[in-house]
């Protein structure tokens, strides 16, 4: 089956520096990643679509300057969380669509999550 | 918009019982439903999909849902519950006419916690 990767899986960081994950399909092409920011016991809330090729498209109130995205290729899209801060501490997860299915409505392949805390 | 509502933060069940993890949308036109279950810091697994044909769908370990047009549900279910099925539950929803974004609106999850 379609497998979706984090790295790291968990940070620890000190106020004011960035930080960078991975999201990677390991196994498909997916032109469409998805980030996720869950903080705890709450839902999954919606940061980004990530396009490869194209700038990422942000859902309203996440600001695009702090979290940057970058989808550089078919298998990669990378989440840098700019001069973090405690309050950006959660569980981010991301998601990939498979580009070769040929459904347009087929389900997203989440990865396991990486749990950031800013200190 | 589309939305999804889980009005059960958390359903307690005997082992062997079966379960109910209710779940109900809104969306502008025909759903795409969608569930997933999260163990503890982990990312989210699927279950099981409605995209059309018949209302009754089987997922995986013995889940089902089924899908009520009518009252906009689309209620997770599994006839005879595990202690390993505790977990969070989220149901998920997308509009089909959504050919552009085609990212899943969640609900707030339900956490099932069964008893042995």
């Known amino acids: 089956g379609a497998v979706v990767s984090q790295h790291p899986s968990r940070v620890i960081c000190k106020s004011g520096t960035s930080v960078k994950i991975e999201c990677r399909s390991l196994?498909?092409?997916?032109?469409?990643m998805f980030w996720y920011r869950q903080f705890p016991k709450k839902s999954l809330m919606l940061m980004a679509t990530s396009n490869e090729g194209s700038k990422a498209t942000y859902e309203q109130g996440v600001e695009k300057d702090k979290f940057l995205i970058n989808h550089a290729s078919l298998t990669l899209s990378t989440l840098t969380v700019t001069s973090a801060h405690p309050e950006d501490s959660s569980f981010y997860i991301c998601s990939a669509r498979d580009r070769t299915s040929g459904s347009s409505y087929n389900e997203q392949f989440f990865g396991p999550g990486t749990r950031l805390t800013v200190l | 918009a589309q939305s999804v509502a889980q009005p059960e933060d958390q359903v307690n069940v005997a082992e062997g019982n079966p379960l109910t993890v209710k779940c109900t949308y809104s969306?502008?036109?025909?759903?795409?439903l969608f569930w997933y279950v999260q163990y503890p810091n982990r990312g989210l697994q699927f279950l099981l999909k409605?995209?059309?044909?018949?209302?009754l769908v089987k997922g995986s370990y013995g889940f089902e849902a089924e899908f009520n047009k009518s009252q906009t549900s689309f209620h997770l279910k599994k006839p005879s519950a595990l202690v390993s099925d505790s977990a969070l539950y989220f149901c998920?929803?997308?509009?089909?006419?959504?050919?552009?974004?085609?990212?899943?609106?969640f609900g707030s999850g339900t956490r099932l916690q069964v008893q042995p």
């Open positions: 196994d498909f092409q997916a032109t469409t």
């Open positions: 969306v502008s036109g025909n759903p795409y």
């Open positions: 998920a929803v997308r509009d089909f006419r959504d050919t552009g974004r085609r990212a899943l609106t």
């Open positions: 409605y995209i059309t044909g018949d209302n």
